[in-house]
């Protein structure tokens, strides 16, 4: 209850900055490559990715961030069609935290759920790329750097903590959840303003 009304605080809590202004460059592998690395809101997102998929395991190692990665570029579309979608913003500052929090919670959740759940917040993260784009601009190569930059991200989380999980040993999933954690309060940080 207490992470729930914590969670409704800094949800109405207005954010100082945030990386979407709707102009700047969006052209060319390069500039796609640069955004969700120079976001701190996407880099949270990413990596909490590859850590909730090394918390569940199995499949989901690599079906999870493939889901995320595939409903990032439909949301892509939608953002280079101009389709409303509200709370763009906000969906891309709950990922970290939502993504981060179940990690942190180490439950088993079927595979089709977990990819459920990162493929909707992937939809924020996808428009908000696409609604940057100008209207004159090919958007391929854009999306195919920002997707590179993604699948590094999500890589980059997953094999980190399989890494030290390894070297930590039976406690590995232990630290995996506690990551997950972190995550979540970076998230809440970029959120209400203080990261």
Request: charge should be neutral.
């Amino acid at each position: 209850m207490r992470f729930m009304l914590a969670l409704a605080v800094l949800a109405l809590t207005p954010t100082l900055a945030m990386a979407h202004t709707g102009a700047g460059h969006a052209v060319g592998f390069m500039h796609g490559f640069e955004h969700p690395i120079g976001g701190l809101d996407h880099v949270l997102a990413m990596i909490a990715v590859g850590v909730f998929a090394y918390v569940l395991g199995g499949r989901a190692l690599w079906l999870v961030p493939l889901s995320f990665v595939g409903m990032m570029l439909a949301g892509f579309g939608l953002g280079l069609l101009q389709v409303d979608l509200p709370f763009v913003e906000l969906g891309i500052a709950l990922s970290s935290i939502v993504i981060g929090a179940v990690a942190a919670m180490g439950r088993p959740m079927p595979v089709a759920l977990a990819m459920g759940l990162v493929g909707a917040f992937a939809v924020f993260h996808g428009h908000a790329h696409g609604a940057e784009m100008p209207a004159d601009n090919s958007g391929l190569t854009y999306a195919a750097g920002f997707l590179a930059a993604t699948a590094l991200l999500h890589l980059s989380g997953l094999a980190a903590t399989a890494g030290i999980a390894r070297i930590i040993g039976r406690h590995g999933k232990l630290v995996a959840q506690l990551a997950g954690g972190l995550f979540a309060l970076g998230g809440a940080g970029v959120l209400s303003g203080w990261l």
